[in-house]
């Protein structure tokens, strides 16, 4: 097909045209929690194009937990792309987890990649490991390799998914941190248990990345950067509510 003059003008139009991006982390859905987070999702559904869950979306990876979301989810109009954390594990079954939910209309990141309205959103979990010369490498016993491979694993889906994105704006979604900036608040004992620079290394490999977002730090900072200068948010629900005072992060992109 050829575009008309006019045609191709518009369609770098819509290109152009900023996505409003909301973005929570860490709901932690209870099972005795009723109807948590309807009336926000219809209130985001108004005011963004889009929603990213920056996981932590269950206390514990329960069944209950995950429908509850997902009836919730329900009332949000808009695209939602997200990935779990690691609470979303804990009961050893995140796959089940991830069907209620992607049933529920969450489009899943876990090395996948998709496109909404000219924008790419790329992501997984991602794994801890540090920062700098705090960075765990895979040296000495079997179990500290194992560690580090699931780290690097992690890492690998993340490159997976940016490669698959030819948009001139992506997003990033991980659950752990890219860097060091947005852990600061945390005690600095436990940092490395907060994120890995190896994630924030590979955001810096590829170009367009406009935004990275995470959660999983509650005490961290909002704001930081990686090394290349990509933005970063912790968009961790408690942090949004309790240093800035809002619900949710709302970007454009
Ligand atoms: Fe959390
Ligand atoms: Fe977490």
């Known amino acids: ?37 309807r009336e926000l999702f219809s209130k985001i559904s108004q005011e963004a194009d889009v929603l ?81 010369r705090g960075m765990l490498s895979a040296f000495g016993e079997p179990a500290i390799k194992a560690f580090v491979q699931a780290s690097v694993d992690e890492n690998l889906k993340l490159e997976s998914s940016l490669r698959m994105l030819r948009t001139e704006r992506i997003v990033v979604i991980t659950h752990y941190s890219p860097v060091q900036d947005t852990v600061e608040g945390e005690p600095p004992e436990i940092f490395a248990f907060l994120g890995s620079a190896r994630l924030g290394e590979t955001i810096d490999r590829f170009e367009g990345v406009t935004c990275a977002l995470h959660g999983h730090a509650h005490r961290g900072s909002y704001e930081g950067r990686t090394t290349g200068g990509v933005p970063v948010y912790n968009v961790a629900r408690p942090l949004l509510n309790r240093d800035l005072g809002i619900e949710y992060a709302l970007l454009e992109v």
Do not use: W
Request: aromatic content about 6%; glycine content about 14%; hydrophobic content about 40%.
């Open 52 to 132: 990213a869950l920056c996981g932590d979306l269950t206390n514990f990876g329960k069944t209950p937990e995950a429908e509850i979301l997902a009836e919730d989810l329900r009332a949000c109009t808009i695209p939602v792309v997200g990935v779990l954390g690691n609470h979303d594990y804990e009961c050893g079954q995140p796959d089940e987890v991830a069907r209620i939910l992607h049933e529920a209309g969450l489009k899943l990141l876990d090395g996948e990649a998709y496109e909404i309205e000219g924008v790419g959103f790329a992501g997984c979990k991602g794994f801890i490991g540090g920062f700098g």
């Open 1 to 37: 097909m050829t575009l008309s003059p006019d045609a191709a003008n518009d369609t770098q139009a819509v290109s152009r045209t900023p996505l409003r991006l909301a973005a929570i982390g860490d709901l932690h859905v209870g099972e005795n929690m009723e109807r948590p987070y």
